[in-house]
Antibody, heavy 117, light 112 residues
């Protein structure tokens, strides 16, 4: 069974940093690209970032480019999202998702990030 | 970015009934490789989204045949027949033909 478990969220002040993690199991993590997708409270879904299976290809949404860094450790089956210079508009539930049949065929349960003073 | 427009925003349904959700894109979703990367998701209350349909009409693993997808170019439809209680929630379309991937605004399926 594919499982994706995010962690690392919380309340952070504007301008500060936070690092999210996503531990994968139930599939060969090193064979799949991965994505971060977020959902602001009561809102729709926004794709945030993608990393290929071997980290050769990395893409970001314009709204986070230059502030967020996606990375992965295939030996640890773990995906990361380093978030810096956080803004109130980054407040959202952050999902990691496997890129398989589509951009996101399996999703984690999400981790909440709240940016507020 | 490709704008994805879903209608209706809210869709009341009776159990056992049939409904259709529309998703329209601001430009054609036919990729240069010939595929159309339009997908459908259901987000049940308090849960993460789950994939229902990928590439217009392919049901994902475990998705019942009550769900069907169709369409081409810029105009796509998700049909749900014999609606069951577990089908209630918000449906999203997603295009990944063009960068960046973009989602529709969602259609909330709720009981009449």
């Amino acid at each position: 069974e594919v499982q994706l478990v995010e962690s690392g969220g919380g309340l952070v002040q504007p301008g500060r940093s936070l690092k999210l993690s996503c531990v994968a199991s139930g599939f060969t993590f090193s064979n799949y690209g991965m994505n971060w997708i977020r959902q602001a409270p009561g809102k729709g879904l926004e794709w945030v970032a993608y990393i290929s299976s071997g980290s050769s290809y990395i893409y970001y949404a314009e709204t986070v480019k230059g502030r967020f860094t996606i990375s992965r450790d295939n030996a640890k089956n773990t995906l990361y999202l380093q978030m810096t210079s956080l803004r109130s508009e980054d407040t959202a539930l952050y999902y990691c998702a496997r890129q398989g049949a589509t951009v996101a065929d399996y999703w984690g349960q999400g981790v909440m990030v709240t940016v507020s003073s | 970015d490709v704008l994805m427009t879903q209608t209706p925003v809210s869709l009341p349904v009776s159990l056992g009934g049939q409904v259709s959700i529309s998703c329209r894109s601001s430009q054609s979703l036919v990729h240069s490789d010939g595929n159309t990367y339009l997908h459908w998701y259901l987000q049940k209350p308090g849960q993460s989204p789950q994939l229902l349909i990928y590439r217009v009409s392919n049901r994902f693993s475990g998705v019942p045949d009550r769900f069907s997808g169709s369409g081409s170019g810029t105009d796509f439809t998700l049909k749900i027949s014999r609606v069951e209680p577990e089908d209630l929630g918000v449906y999203y379309c997603l295009q990944s033909t063009h960068f960046p991937p973009t989602f529709g605004g969602g259609t909330k399926l709720e009981l009449k």
